[in-house]
């Protein structure tokens, strides 16, 4: 799926108490909902400050869906993705309808087009357009959503109190629905629908047969050279992600491979699928991690897809998801759940998966605005944003991170050394010789980075220990004491 990208505002949501909302959220899912029928004959959807209602209806092919404006907010229903609205490109007002006011588009394509509220993406609603003109309405039949949708926007919608709950106390890739909304819009100058299925079922024969690593690979190596392919990347790695989800059944199995290739949207794919088969996510999210004994590398991988998670569900919300962290009783779930966070915050887009914070003209903020416990792990992602703003210019990050706030700037060199790794996987003596061109004092850090990046690509401890072994001897303690560090993570494996 390609809905629920980042935003380019933060939410602004009016929200009832807990109880009403999640009940009312579910009735809507278990029954469904009917259109409002205008003067004309047209279905209206009516935009509220909280989400469209209904949030799925169906039309025949030619009919017209109006979209009226019954909050107190602006509000701009679009085709997904978010921000290009690339899948429809013709269902977009092309800017924000007031309070009051209306937009009607004609829905002229059959299939099923799922769009969101530009200016609060997490708002989503669907349209199915059928073959047939008035088809839904001759046969007497209300609309309903699909499972995901519905409890996604239930969740949604209601994530402000589910944050203060937290607080107190057949193949996926190629399914018919999924499909139906993945490809985009040709005229957007994204793939053409059969090459894109194509594209899909390849990808998802990769997963299958080998791993989702494989299948991320050949897209990144692929899209470098071809523009079309490229601004279809996001849904094709969200279908990359359920086709993961789908081989191995499990959440934490599935972020081993986690990638940020195309805009995160593998990780999107694993929280969709997962989300799917849940009947209430909000106590779901709480007990997500349990069946990985505490400590270990499947929980690490668990705790910290979750904070990528919150992030994509809060439209890059930094202060709210990691509020939603600090709902875990655990320090291991809440620290690991902050570094999803801010690792997802310094990956983020700024084209089409806004984070507000970021700051060109500062690449540490905001990290001398976090609480304590979370500066380290911030300064740490810190050196991703600055090398996406200086591509492979790794001596001055080294020299940036001199800059950073005092104690923290190994930190920095640490978070370096993570990146160089991460983008030279297959030249580690260049990664290396980094580490070393900086200062003495930010050599070992470098190095210490440079392994975990390696263990976490790997998911195991003995190909760093062979990297260690391999790198100049002086490096080597740093490294060795890096994967040591990481030893505990995998009590439970023989590496």
């Known amino acids: 799926m390609v809905s629920l990208r980042g935003a380019l505002r933060r939410p602004a949501v009016s929200l009832c108490v807990f109880a009403c909302s999640f009940v009312a959220a579910f009735l809507a899912f278990a029954g469904g909902a009917s259109a409002h029928e205008g003067e004309d004959g047209s279905a209206v959807v009516h935009v509220t400050d909280e989400g469209f209602e209904p949030r799925s209806v169906e039309v025949g092919a030619g009919y017209t869906v109006v979209f009226e404006n019954v909050g107190e907010e602006d509000h701009w229903p679009a085709s997904d993705d978010h921000p290009t609205h690339e899948v429809y490109s013709g269902f977009d007002p092309k800017e924000p309808i007031e309070p009051g006011a209306e937009w009607s588009f004609a829905f002229d394509r059959p299939g099923k087009w799922e769009y969101h509220d530009h200016m609060n993406p997490y708002l989503t609603g669907e349209v199915v ?35 203060s709950v937290f607080a107190g106390g057949g193949e996926s890739s190629s399914n018919d629905e999924a499909g139906k909304q993945g490809a985009p819009d040709e005229g957007s100058g994204a793939l053409p629908e059969e090459r894109y299925r194509e594209m899909e079922k390849e990808l998802a024969t990769l997963v299958r047969e080998e791993n989702p690593r494989a299948a991320l690979e050949k897209l990144r190596a692929e899209i470098r050279t071809d523009d079309a392919l490229s601004r279809s990347c996001h849904p094709l790695v969200h279908d990359v992600g359920h086709a993961a989800y789908e081989k191995y059944g499990d959440f934490g199995e599935a972020m081993k491979y986690q990638d940020e290739v195309c805009n995160s949207g593998y990780l999107h794919g694993i929280i969709e699928s997962r989300f799917e088969e849940s009947d209430d996510v909000f ?35 930094l202060p709210r998801s990691l509020e939603m962290c600090d709902g875990f009783g655990s320090a291991f779930g809440r620290s690991n759940c902050a570094n999803g966070v801010f690792m997802e915050n310094f990956n983020a887009d700024q084209k089409l998966h806004l984070s507000d914070y970021l700051k060109e003209s500062d690449p540490f903020y905001p990290c001398g605005e976090q609480a304590e416990r979370h500066k380290e792990i911030c300064y740490l992602y810190a050196p991703t944003y600055f090398l996406s703003l200086n591509y492979g210019d790794y001596a001055a990050a080294l020299e940036w991170c001199k800059d950073a706030e005092s104690g923290f700037e190994p930190s920095c060199a640490y978070g370096v050394g993570t990146q160089a790794m991460k983008e030279n996987l297959n030249d580690p003596g260049l990664v290396e010789s980094v580490c070393m061109e900086g200062e003495p004092e930010q050599t070992a850090p470098c190095i210490e980075g440079m392994a975990d990046l390696y263990i976490n690509h790997h998911g195991s401890l003995e190909p760093a220990r062979d990297l260690c072994a391999r790198l100049e001897k002086s490096n080597r303690p740093a490294c060795f004491d890096s994967v040591q560090a990481h030893s505990g993570l995998f009590r439970d494996r023989s590496t």
């Not at 959503?145 to 949604?156: E, T």
């Not at 004994?293 to 890059?316: D, L």
Request: a negative charge; hydrophobic letters at 35%; charged letters at 15%.
């Open 129 to 163: 357009v059928t073959g047939e003109r008035g088809a839904a309405d001759r046969a007497g039949e209300k609309p309903g959503g699909g499972l995901f949708s519905s409890v996604a926007a239930a969740f949604l919608n209601v994530y402000d109190t589910a944050a």
């Open 283 to 317: 106590a779901d999210m709480k007990t997500m991690c349990d069946p990985y004994p505490q400590g270990s590398y499947m929980s690490w991988q668990c705790y910290h897809g979750i904070g990528h998670g919150v992030m994509f569900y809060t439209a890059n919300d």
